[in-house]
């Protein structure tokens, strides 16, 4: 799929130079299929200086940072994004997401927690959550996190998730009996 975005997102900047969602694309195809930091960074910018206050643009940069490391810079762009699109799950769960990569687990489930409060079945909130509970050494009340998903609502990577937190908690059992 990557590709065919790329060549769209090539031929939307054709059209119009000006395309912050074109430059976004091409961005992320430079950052996840060719490898490309220089050129995903400038597409990023390119996203920026087209629409500043388009919030795609500071959460996909933002997570582009935390890959590398580049925590403080991280946190506040995904910063600026919330406050774009105050509303919008993935930003928020992107968010909350570099502030796991910063170790900053209380401010991880606080942000998840507003993403639950609007919308309950969002798993990625929920699956970050336990995580970031998990670590804090709360495993039991991750446990409980995601088993609200229920069971017709599980996805594999929240399944996955369940797993390991259930083995985590030393319930091999449970873990095992997942499919």
Known sequence: ALPVARASAER????????????????????????????????????????????????????????????AEAMTIADRACELDPFCFSTAS?????????????????????????DPDYAPARRLTAAALEQMGRGEEAAVVLREIGEQRMDPVSLACFGRVLAANSDRRGALAIR
Do not use: K, T
């Open 94 to 118: 992107a968010a909350a997401l570099v502030r796991f990569f910063a170790g900053q687990h209380d401010a991880v489930v606080a942000r998840c927690r507003h993403v639950i409060d609007m």
């Open 12 to 71: 939307a900047l054709q059209i119009d130079a000006g395309d912050s969602e074109a430059h976004i694309v091409i961005g992320e195809v430079r950052r996840s299929v060719d490898w490309d930091s220089a050129g995903a960074e400038e597409s990023y910018r390119r996203a920026f200086a087209c629409n500043p206050s388009f919030d795609a643009a500071h959460r996909c940069y933002a997570m582009f940072l935390a890959s590398r490391g580049q925590l």
